[in-house]
């Protein structure tokens, strides 16, 4: 009897099948994307919760906006290209960098990658499944959070420019004075979060996120304010699906500036990885075990991408 493939690998497996792949050199995961550049501005009150580098002093930055599945074409407006990410990559002195990887729903369908890959399965076996329940149906009737994720209304976004972003996992910031403190990242464009109505959001093309970018950059640049939602005693650190009240404590990081469109990102993003864990001094991983799984798979799908392209 050969053993189980570890979960990592699994969960690429089963997301490369679910996005009918292979697709040679993309994401498994994410595999649609956009290169922006611009930099990172802190904030004076930044100070209160970390000492790290990338929240005391400007940074450049290169960021990645995406859809979410292993397709490589798939439409910005479909559901199914929900929920969009940003990776935001701030480049340090001698090649040093740090990432913070972020989508647009506050909250994750799943505690453990065990159980991620449960749902990924209970999808995949569902699309040529005569049973009633299908396994999709009974998965989320057994496991609340994934139906509260897969309930929570997506809307369709003007510009990846109007889209909120969410870090989902919690990290355990430290300051200068060695006071620590768990939060959650928040990343909100100052212009406002804009989407579009229902008729709108269907009449758009299926590239309309990715060719509206350059032509917006081409007027001005757009930004978005970073804060961090700080837990309080009693919060759920370690659990991606327990929300925290909006009631929690909001202390802004600092101001994203994009401000250029990178010609080369086809290429670029093909030959790098964002990881939740590129960290520096300050802040720190939770025992989130969510958090902990996504370096370790995104390096799966990063060897294959780099194999196979
Ligand atoms: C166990 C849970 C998760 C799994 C299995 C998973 C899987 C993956 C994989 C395979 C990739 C492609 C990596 C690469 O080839 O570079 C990816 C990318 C990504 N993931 Fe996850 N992910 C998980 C959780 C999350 C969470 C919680 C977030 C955000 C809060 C997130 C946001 C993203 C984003 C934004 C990207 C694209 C990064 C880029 O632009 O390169 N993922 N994920």
Same mark, same amino acid.
């Given at each position: 009897?050969t053993?189980a ?9 089963? #997301? ?14 994410h ?31 290169v960021v990645?906006?995406?859809n ?7 439409a ?7 929920p969009?990410?940003i990776?935001?990559?701030?480049q340090?002195?001698?090649e ?6 972020c989508?647009s729903?506050?909250g994750?369908?799943?505690v453990?990658?065990?159980?991620f890959?449960?749902l ?6 569902s ?8 396994p999709?149906?009974?998965? #989320?009737?057994q496991?609340p959070?994934a139906l ?15 889209q ?17 403190r ?6 909100e464009?100052?212009?406002g979060?804009?989407f ?10 299926a ?20 804060s961090?939602?700080?837990?309080d005693?009693?919060?759920?650190v370690n ?6 009240p909006?009631s929690?404590?909001?202390v802004? #990081? ?16 093909k ?5 939740p ?5 300050g ?5 989130d075990p969510?958090l902990?799984?996504r370096?370790?798979t995104y ?7 780099l194999?196979?392209?």
């Amino acid at each position: 009897e050969t053993p189980a493939k570890p979960v990592a690998e699994q969960l690429v497996d089963t #997301l490369t099948e679910l996005a009918g792949g292979p697709h040679p050199g993309f994401r498994s995961n994410h595999a649609k994307g956009i290169v922006v550049e611009g930099h990172f501005t802190p904030a004076a009150s930044a100070a209160e919760v970390t000492k790290a580098e990338i929240f005391t002093a400007p940074h450049p930055v290169v960021v990645r906006y995406s859809n979410a599945t292993g397709v490589p074409n798939s439409a910005d407006n479909d559901g199914s290209a929900f929920p969009k990410g940003i990776a935001i990559r701030f480049q340090l002195a001698d090649e040093a960098s740090a990432d913070l990887v972020c989508i647009s729903v506050n909250g994750f369908p799943a505690v453990t990658p065990e159980e991620f890959l449960g749902l990924l399965q209970a999808v995949a076996a569902s699309r040529d499944s005569q049973a009633q329940p299908k396994p999709i149906e009974a998965f #989320l009737g057994q496991h609340p959070a994934a139906l509260r994720f897969v309930m929570t209304p997506k809307p369709v976004p003007e510009s990846f420019a109007t889209q909120p972003f969410f870090g989902v996992n919690a990290f355990k910031f430290t300051n200068a004075q060695g006071e620590t403190r768990y939060g959650r990242y928040r990343i909100e464009p100052v212009g406002g979060a804009k989407f579009l109505n229902a008729d709108a959001a269907k009449a758009v093309d299926a590239d309309y996120l990715m060719h509206e970018l350059p032509g917006r950059l081409q007027q001005a640049a757009y930004s978005y304010r970073i804060s961090v939602q700080l837990a309080d005693p009693g919060d759920e650190v370690n659990d991606a699906t327990s929300v925290w009240p909006d009631s929690r404590q909001i202390v802004e #990081l600092g101001t994203l500036t994009i401000d250029r469109f990178r010609t080369d990102g086809a290429a670029f993003e093909k030959t790098m990885m964002f990881s939740p864990l590129n960290l520096v001094d300050g802040i720190e991983a939770s025992d989130d075990p969510i958090l902990h799984a996504r370096p370790v798979t995104y390096s799966i799908s990063f060897n294959r991408r780099l194999q196979s392209h």
